[in-house]
């Protein structure tokens, strides 16, 4: 089974109040998450988000995953084209790393945020209700 995962994660003031979101499209539906992540980095919760995509995706028996984020960072990170210097990032980058092997094909691609505008609302949308 293959799902198309959009994730966003989002800080207010980097570091600050942290949300992520991340749509899973399995066919025609949409599993919607969101959750409130206390006071981090833009980058931490663009992690989390792809975390949270995952694992739900997982979850739900997807056996082959496309990404698409906003953060360029993340992506080049995933696609070993920068290498994770940040020691609190490579945490999350493992993390990502380690559920990788839980699926048969996965990609990531880096998109805008006017492409990616449902995970950037559930973001804005947890943070609003947490602040």
């Not at 988000?49 to 995706?57: F, M, R, V």
Request: hydrophobic share 40%.
């Amino acid at each position: 089974m293959k799902a198309i995962i959009h994730s966003d994660g989002g800080a207010r003031g980097n570091p600050g109040p942290a949300g992520i979101g991340a749509v899973v499209k399995i066919g025609e539906q949409e599993h919607l998450f969101k959750k409130y992540i206390g006071k981090t980095t833009n980058n931490q919760a663009e992690y989390q988000a792809l975390i949270l995509g995952l694992t739900h995706a997982k979850e739900l028996g997807v056996t082959e995953v496309e990404c698409f984020l906003d953060s360029e960072l993340v992506v080049k990170q995933m696609k070993r084209e920068y290498k994770v210097k940040d020691k609190d990032l490579a945490v999350q980058f493992v993390k990502v790393w380690n559920l990788m092997s839980e699926f048969k094909k996965i990609t990531f691609t880096h998109v805008r945020r006017e492409q990616n505008k449902l995970a950037d609302q559930l973001v804005n949308e947890i943070i609003d209700a947490n602040t």
